[in-house]
């Protein structure tokens, strides 16, 4: 896999079968053929991996559902160098690292990309099935107009 | 607020919630009059059902839906679920499907341990909170376990199809095998990381360990010729010597109030080791010359009783793992069919296999259409639930002079020498050591 890619790196995490879980995925998969000018990949969210591949990119787009309280369907848009991902978004596993452990700790090893743009989607059901709630689903249509827009103005 | 002064005579160390173990535990420690009157390893992850719900499922789903229980060890899932029903339909899986088995755990091995040596415990060692911050002052150390894991990575993505929760392995072989050529890009990586393996053993020989020697019986699997991944006796360092058929007979689990997951123990013995500490202690001689020579250097003798030291001996089984690795692909033939054929039978079958954390158990009672009709898992950390307590128990009464906080660190210390996974176990990490 080469990971040296310029392109600027677009990735979905989350699992498909836990319902709105898997919104992050739905998103990259509705956005791989709008995007020719990126790289786009599924992730499982296993920390390691994403450490690598944050540290082999210029530019970097995560998604991923975020379970904060807040009403369901929120879109976060955390930009990675002006604040730290909040742990409690992303906490999927307590002895593998989650996400926002692995952008902290990309952070510390000074390997973070020059751009890292972490978009969240409050999901309202996590149960195991497959398909997100009607509310998640309108979250998605909106994050792809945002990241469009955001990506239009690097290239 | 913890305490900075030495521990008084009656006090309760408490830790609430367990970090870096898999699951979710807690840890419980009472001292009364200047001893230790009580000590609970909790474990408060849910119980998981996952011997109920294999009953009435074919034998060829066990492969796959017990590697669910552990994102960390799926591999040690299968390969016992595989051996079990092998065993129970009486096939022998050999050659080189056998040593592609043998690779594959090599994968698991490495990801696990340099997971445990690097992110989760040396910052016990180093005196720091979490891996994170341990980067900042040890990056180096952090990029070389990150790229060792990937090593581990790619050889349980190529054989098993995917990173997490393989899915290319099936009872009687897998379901694809690999080309030689498929099989070459490893060589290079695995050769690097035979010298990353080194580096992180003087790393780890490197560290301050606690004076803590205990008289453990250890059990592992011992081969004749081998360093032990998939077959063996069951041995013990007090006598024991089985095929996994007698486990049932020799050991036992029982319920405990504290714990969602059982405790098991030796019948008319007790508590018992399993784990890197207890495979080195067993198999020293069935490690590799490089493997016992850097041992060596690292000041571990032929045996080793200090559970602390286990960080080593990961250290050492991950360079085994990278060797064994290397001369499994070097001798690689890709053999003429991916699978034996399996019959299936009304029989019991056993599988006993070394997962990261030490033997893992499976029986399976099968008809003769090959349904699964009961299933025994016996998970390593279920088996080394009493021994933590006993560790507990000694350290904290060995320590009773160290100040409260610093006594809390290193009792969450001592339950991470075992690397315990919970989600494994319940089928558990909070601290909590009190003084009254």
Same mark, same amino acid.
């Given at each position: 896999?080469?990971?040296?890619?310029?392109?600027?790196?677009?990735?979905?995490?989350?699992?498909?079968?836990?319902?709105?879980?898997?919104?992050?995925?739905?998103?990259?998969?509705?956005?791989?053929?709008?995007?020719?000018?990126?790289? =786009?990949?599924?992730?499982?969210?296993?920390?390691?991996?994403?450490?690598?591949?944050?540290?082999?990119?210029?530019? =970097?787009?995560?998604? @991923?559902?975020?379970s904060?309280?807040?009403?369901?369907?929120?879109?976060?848009?955390?930009?990675?160098?002006?604040?730290?991902?909040?742990?409690?978004?992303?906490?999927?596993?307590?002895?593998?690292?989650?996400?926002?452990e692995?952008?902290?700790?990309?952070?510390?090893?000074?390997?973070?990309?020059?751009?890292?743009?972490?978009?969240?989607?409050?999901?309202? @059901?996590?149960?195991?099935?497959?398909?997100?709630?009607?509310?998640?689903?309108?979250? =998605?249509?909106? =994050?792809?107009?945002?990241?469009?827009?955001?990506?239009a103005?690097?290239? | 607020?913890?305490?900075?002064?030495?521990?008084?005579?009656?006090?309760?160390?408490?830790?609430?919630?367990?970090?870096?173990?898999?699951?979710?535990?807690?840890?419980?420690?009472?001292?009364?009059?200047?001893?230790?009157?009580d000590?609970?390893? *909790?474990?408060?992850?849910? +119980?998981?059902?996952?011997?109920?719900?294999l009953?009435?499922?074919? $034998?060829?789903?066990?492969?796959?839906? &017990?590697?669910?229980?552990?994102?960390?060890?799926?591999?040690?899932?299968?390969?016992?679920?595989?051996?079990?029903?092998?065993?129970?339909?009486?096939?022998?899986?050999?050659?080189?499907?056998?040593?592609l088995?043998?690779?594959?755990?090599?994968?698991?091995?490495?990801?696990?341990?340099?997971?445990?040596?690097?992110?989760?415990?040396?910052?016990?060692? /180093?005196?720091?909170?979490?891996? %994170?911050?341990?980067?900042?002052?040890? +990056?180096?150390?952090v990029?070389?376990?990150?790229?060792?894991?990937? &090593?581990?990575?790619?050889?349980?993505?190529?054989?098993?199809?995917?990173?997490?929760?393989?899915?290319?392995?099936?009872?009687?072989?897998?379901?694809?095998?690999? &080309?030689?050529?498929? !099989?070459?890009p490893?060589?290079?990586?695995?050769?690097?990381?035979?010298?990353?393996? !080194?580096?992180?053993?003087?790393?780890?020989?490197?560290?301050?360990? +606690?004076?803590?020697? #205990?008289?453990?019986?250890?059990?592992?699997?011992?081969?004749?010729?081998?360093?032990?991944?998939?077959?063996? #006796?069951?041995?013990?360092? *007090?006598?024991?010597?089985? +095929?996994?058929?007698?486990?049932?007979?020799h050991?036992?689990?029982?319920?405990?109030?504290?714990?969602?997951?059982?405790?098991?123990?030796?019948?008319?013995?007790?508590?018992?080791?399993?784990?890197?500490?207890?495979?080195?202690?067993?198999?020293?001689?069935?490690?590799?010359?490089?493997?016992?020579?850097?041992?060596?250097?690292?000041?571990?003798?032929?045996?080793?009783?200090n559970?602390?030291?286990?960080?080593?001996?990961?250290?050492?089984?991950?360079?085994?793992?990278?060797?064994?690795? !290397?001369?499994?692909?070097?001798?690689?033939?890709?053999?003429?069919?991916?699978?034996?054929?399996?019959?299936?039978r &009304?029989?019991?079958? $056993?599988?006993?296999?070394?997962?990261?954390?030490?033997?893992?158990?499976?029986?399976?009672?099968?008809?003769?259409?090959?349904?699964?009709?009961?299933?025994?898992?016996?998970?390593?950390?279920?088996?080394?639930?009493? %021994?933590?307590?006993?560790?507990?128990?000694?350290?904290?009464?060995?320590?009773?002079?160290l100040?409260?906080?610093?006594?809390? /660190?290193?009792?969450?210390?001592?339950?991470?020498?075992?690397?315990?996974?919970?989600?494994?176990?319940?089928?558990?990490?909070?601290?909590?050591?009190?003084?009254?």
């Amino acid at each position: 896999m080469d990971y040296e890619s310029g392109m600027p790196l677009i990735v979905g995490i989350g699992n498909e079968f836990r319902r709105d879980d898997g919104v992050g995925l739905e998103i990259v998969r509705k956005l791989r053929p709008l995007v020719p000018q990126a790289e =786009v990949q599924e992730a499982s969210g296993e920390g390691a991996e994403l450490v690598e591949l944050l540290s082999e990119h210029n530019a =970097v787009y995560l998604f @991923d559902a975020v379970s904060s309280g807040a009403a369901p369907g929120t879109i976060y848009r955390i930009d990675s160098h002006k604040e730290p991902v909040p742990t409690k978004f992303f906490h999927y596993s307590t002895h593998d690292f989650s996400l926002a452990e692995a952008i902290e700790l990309t952070r510390a090893l000074g390997s973070l990309p020059r751009v890292l743009v972490v978009y969240g989607i409050e999901g309202a @059901d996590f149960d195991p099935g497959v398909g997100l709630s009607e509310v998640v689903s309108y979250a =998605v249509d909106d =994050v792809i107009k945002q990241c469009l827009a955001e990506l239009a103005t690097v290239s | 607020m913890k305490s900075k002064k030495p521990i008084g005579r009656s006090e309760i160390l408490k830790i609430n919630y367990l970090a870096r173990v898999e699951g979710e535990g807690a840890m419980y420690v009472r001292v009364k009059s200047g001893k230790v009157a009580d000590v609970k390893l *909790r474990i408060f992850e849910p +119980p998981r059902f996952f011997e109920a719900f294999l009953r009435g499922r074919r $034998y060829s789903e066990a492969p796959d839906l &017990t590697a669910r229980i552990c994102g960390i060890c799926p591999v040690a899932y299968q390969m016992s679920a595989c051996h079990a029903m092998e065993n129970a339909f009486g096939v022998l899986v050999q050659g080189q499907l056998r040593e592609l088995r043998r690779l594959l755990y090599c994968g698991e091995w490495i990801e696990s341990h340099v997971l445990h040596i690097a992110m989760l415990n040396a910052p016990d060692f /180093l005196g720091y909170p979490d891996a %994170i911050q341990m980067a900042r002052d040890h +990056p180096d150390l952090v990029k070389l376990a990150l790229q060792l894991k990937k &090593t581990g990575n790619s050889i349980v993505n190529l054989l098993g199809g995917r990173e997490i929760h393989p899915i290319n392995v099936r009872v009687g072989g897998f379901y694809r095998v690999p &080309t030689k050529a498929e !099989l070459e890009p490893l060589v290079e990586k695995l050769k690097w990381a035979q010298d990353a393996s !080194l580096q992180l053993i003087k790393v780890a020989a490197g560290l301050t360990f +606690p004076d803590f020697e #205990q008289d453990y019986e250890f059990v592992a699997l011992r081969h004749p010729d081998e360093y032990p991944f998939n077959e063996g #006796q069951i041995v013990s360092s *007090r006598g024991i010597d089985i +095929p996994a058929r007698e486990y049932d007979a020799h050991f036992a689990e029982e319920h405990v109030e504290h714990s969602n997951a059982l405790h098991s123990y030796i019948k008319g013995h007790g508590a018992y080791f399993v784990g890197p500490l207890a495979r080195y202690n067993l198999n020293f001689n069935r490690l590799s010359p490089m493997a016992q020579q850097a041992a060596k250097e690292a000041g571990l003798g032929e045996s080793c009783r200090n559970p602390f030291k286990s960080i080593i001996v990961r250290g050492v089984e991950t360079l085994w793992a990278c060797e064994e690795a !290397l001369r499994i692909i070097t001798n690689y033939e890709m053999p003429p069919a991916p699978h034996v054929e399996i019959r299936p039978r &009304t029989a019991v079958g $056993y599988g006993c296999t070394e997962a990261p954390r030490g033997i893992l158990y499976h029986r399976y009672r099968l008809d003769n259409h090959g349904v699964i009709l009961d299933a025994t898992i016996i998970p390593p950390t279920s088996q080394n639930q009493k %021994i933590i307590e006993n560790d507990l128990r000694n350290f904290v009464a060995e320590n009773l002079d160290l100040p409260t906080e610093k006594l809390s /660190l290193r009792c969450e210390q001592a339950i991470r020498n075992y690397d315990p996974c919970i989600s494994c176990a319940t089928h558990f990490l909070k601290l909590t050591v009190e003084r009254d």
